[in-house]
């Protein structure tokens, strides 16, 4: 049987301060673009979106290390995938663990506070509703009469016209638990709150941010975005924007990274302590 090699996904954690000789490594060992490289390393940090052989690996590692930017590499079969989160709409909160329930209320899934790996929490940005605009049919009427009247054609029938109504952004979280890897996403508008009992309020918008806060003070073992704690204590400090995205896909590409570099930071600490080079807040 033929030996394939093993492929790789690189990882950089650090934002860049001159992106030029990250670009230009990228360039020497791969032979991309030039363009190419820059269009990506302006969005570090960031996974490199082509899988890579060791050799290529090592080189970029060793390029990297010696520019002080700290990054790391991952078979692709090893490589976590949270990309098809399960969408929940029943859950709760409990002493011991975090219960997901099926359609009928049938419990579905356990997962014990010390599995909760990871709480990537964030608003997904909403497009525009358009609604339509048409005027009353006695309005049309009328203004045939008119025009036939005084002797002049009907009016030829306009476009319809409508304006866009604003959404707001709608808020979401996805839990990662470990052993094994699954993630669960919850909508807030599409989520079932019974479980909080007297604590319950009348809207999603103001049951969501209990649910987090419970998520929040139950899973102490989990890695913590920014953008949930951004989201649960909103201040004159802290932009929306900030916690926003543009998509849930948008927010799984962020909680994968953030993921990672909880995965990074905690094997550093336990191999050398808390060490100097920290970066990625």
Known sequence: ???????????VFDELDDPRPVRDLFCQVLGVHPTDSAQWVARVPGVWPKLLVEADVRKLLDGLYALEIAAEAWRADAFPDIHRPRTIHEAACIDGGFRVS???????????????ELLAAGTIASEDADRAITPPGWVNALSTGFRAAIGRAPRTARKSRGFKTPRDPV?????????????????ANQMNYGYLGDR?????????????????????SAIVTPTLDDLLNPS?????????????????DYATLRLLWGWYRRDRDEVEGTGEHQQMP
């Open 236 to 252: 004159e400090e802290v932009d929306p924007d900030d916690y926003e995205f543009s998509s849930t896909q948008s927010l799984v």
């Open 102 to 116: 099926g359609l009928r209320g049938e419990p579905t899934h356990w997962v014990p506070w010390d599995k909760v």
């Open 1 to 11: 049987m033929a030996r394939t090699d093993a492929q790789y996904r690189l990882v």
């Open 171 to 187: 808020g979401e979280i996805l839990i990662v638990r470990r052993d094994p890897l699954v993630a669960f996403r919850v909508v």
């Open 200 to 220: 319950l309020r009348p809207s999603a918008i103001e049951n969501f941010p209990i649910f987090l806060r419970d998520l929040r003070r139950l899973a102490t």
